[in-house]
């Protein structure tokens, strides 16, 4: 007989150095409590133990897992194709990019390219999920500090988006848009007037957003010098995307090491100086912009012609390894995958952003106000699906 | 840069090579913190993107480790492979990347490989009384560990 696992919280906090309490003339003790992972504010099945003195917090530890399904290991025992609509459910909010990035690292084993029409449409997709999985965060992430009408607003707006997925595919959020070799569907009768009605659309919204929020005195009070982190914390830590961004450091895969279509559109990439919640809110607002850019550059210019690259029916590539990454909404999404040659994958590692981000959630808080976890977790945007997979 | 390393162990690195445009090398694991350590501090490698592992039944040395990493000052990828037999320990890379933390517990829980000197490997997505290791090719898809559900959560199976 085994023991049943401890729940007892203090036995996962025993291998931190904690600071001591402040000594005040009340004599507060050390307080340890559980936040989740049935918690409104942790968008999903996520427990942190939080160790505090008063209301200040001395250590955390995340306990993950809830949402665990084995991904990797189903992975095994599919073949390629059939493993494709799978990585939807990791990050799925972000569907399309998870889609996108396991095709391309599948095609780059298999040494085929996607047509060009399938890249742009891989683009524009791909862009408008970036700006549903930020306004997503938005609403959230500004009802867990009060504000319940940017919610409201961002919702309205994402089903726009959600409404071109489905008559897309026929899916809004596990989309499950591309195939390994490109496209399987060719984009439907009214498909870039629809994304163009959209693109005008949305910049008069976020424009409201920013009314709501950027010089909201209590958001102001809520977020600025809040959960700060340094560009040096961010690197040793592994986080990337906008966390990374807003401390300052001008990189995104985009341009690093272009995929798709990327190097043919013109876009800024937004930074923050100071690193706090505030300029990572700053950051997500501006890339919304920036994609909107990209989507209208791609719409503009999407070339006729073929959709689907020549790939075999039965997938065998290759025996050898890849790893391919690319630039989802939360940071850097890389998929490890190693043939050996047979129609099912050897393995397929997926490097998830949002579980490597979640890593500084300690750091950021540390020294801070219980009320400000809540922010931190808002701010660096995680999805449970992704964390457990 | 791979001849300053060769230069410095020898026959440690087994292979330096690429594929698919991608480079990688393989060393020994004797060597692989100073490895590591070199690619951090000498070559600009500040950014260690994933810690993972491959299971190879059939191999005298069962496991690869595989430490994928990337420069921010050169744009440039890399990855670091070692070879280790079922029960061998490795030494842990947290302290020349923090972020190797999380994903060294990650490896021990999917795979049973030990870090020596990391500072809390624990089980991080299974629960920690669970028994036996899911990624390793000798574990089958539909196996769980019926006692751990039975007692935890009271149930027959949790399919």
Redesign the interface.
């Given at each position: 007989m085994t023991e049943p696992t401890t729940t007892d919280p203090k036995a996962y906090l025993s291998h931190l150095e904690l600071g001591e309490p402040d000594k005040t003339f009340l004599d507060t003790n050390e307080l340890i409590i559980n936040m989740g992972p049935q918690h409104p504010a942790t968008h999903g099945v996520l427990r942190v133990i939080l160790k505090l003195d008063g209301e200040k917090v001395l250590g955390t530890e995340c306990v993950i897992g809830y949402l665990h399904r084995g991904v990797e290991k189903i992975a095994e025992h599919r073949t390629y194709t059939m493993f494709n609509p799978y990585v939807d459910r990791m990050d799925y909010v972000a569907a399309v990019s998870n889609g996108l990035g396991y095709c391309e690292a599948v095609e780059k084993l298999l040494n085929v390219e996607a047509p060009p029409r399938a890249k742009y449409i891989r683009v524009i997709l791909t862009e408008l999920n970036r700006l549903a999985s930020h306004q997503l965060w938005l609403g959230t992430h500004a009802l867990d500090i009060g504000a319940m009408t940017p919610l409201f607003y961002t919702f309205r707006d994402r089903e726009e988006i959600l409404k071109i997925f489905e008559k897309y595919c026929g899916a809004r959020l596990t989309t499950h848009a591309f195939r390994i070799g490109g496209c399987l569907y060719e984009t439907y009768e009214g498909f870039e007037d629809d994304v163009k009605k959209f693109l005008d659309f949305a910049p008069p919204k976020i424009e409201e957003y920013e009314e709501l929020l950027t010089t909201n005195r209590i958001w102001l009070d809520r977020t600025k010098n809040v959960g700060t982190i340094s560009a040096k914390d961010c690197i040793a830590l592994g986080v990337t995307g906008p966390v990374l961004r807003a401390s300052g450091v001008k990189w995104d895969l985009r341009k690093a090491q272009p995929y798709a279509a990327y190097s043919e559109f013109d876009f800024e990439i937004p930074t923050g100086t100071n690193g706090d919640t505030y300029d990572r809110y700053l950051v997500r607002m501006e890339e919304m912009r920036q994609s909107l850019r990209i989507i209208r550059q791609a719409v503009d210019r999407i070339p006729e012609g073929p959709i689907m690259a020549k790939v075999p029916k039965v997938m065998k590539p290759p025996v050898g390894e890849i790893y391919h990454s690319i630039e989802a909404p939360k940071g850097e999404l890389g998929y490890f995958i190693v043939s050996d040659g047979s129609t099912q994958p050897y393995r397929i590692r997926v490097r998830p952003p949002s579980f490597v981000n979640l890593q500084a959630l300690d750091i950021m808080v540390r020294g801070q106000l219980v009320a400000d976890v809540i922010a931190v977790i808002g701010t660096l945007d995680i999805v449970l699906g992704e964390v457990d997979r | 840069m791979v001849s300053k390393l060769k230069g410095r162990h020898g026959t440690g690195i087994r292979e330096a090579s690429s594929?698919?445009g991608?480079n990688y090398m393989v060393v020994e694991s004797s060597i692989i913190t100073d490895v590591l350590q070199v690619l951090r501090d000498q070559e600009q490698f500040?950014?260690?993107?994933?810690v993972?592992a491959?299971?190879y039944p059939n191999r005298e040395r069962q496991f690869d480790v595989?430490w994928?990493l990337y420069s921010?000052p050169r744009?440039e990828?890399i990855?670091v492979k070692t070879m280790i037999a079922d029960g061998e320990t490795l030494p842990s890379s947290v302290s020349i990347?923090?972020?190797a933390?999380?994903?060294e517990r990650e490896v021990y829980d999917?795979f049973g490989i030990r870090f020596d000197g990391h500072?809390?490997l624990k089980?991080?997505?299974?629960?920690?009384?669970w028994?036996g290791y899911?990624?390793r090719k000798d574990?089958g898809?539909i196996q769980q560990d019926q006692?751990?559900v039975q007692?935890?959560l009271g149930i027959e199976s949790g399919q």
């Open positions: - | 594929y698919l991608q500040d950014y260690c993107v994933d993972t491959l299971h595989i994928i921010f744009n990828r990855r990347w923090p972020t933390n999380w994903l999917m500072p809390d089980r991080i997505l299974l629960p920690d009384g028994k899911p990624l574990y898809i006692e751990w007692i935890n």
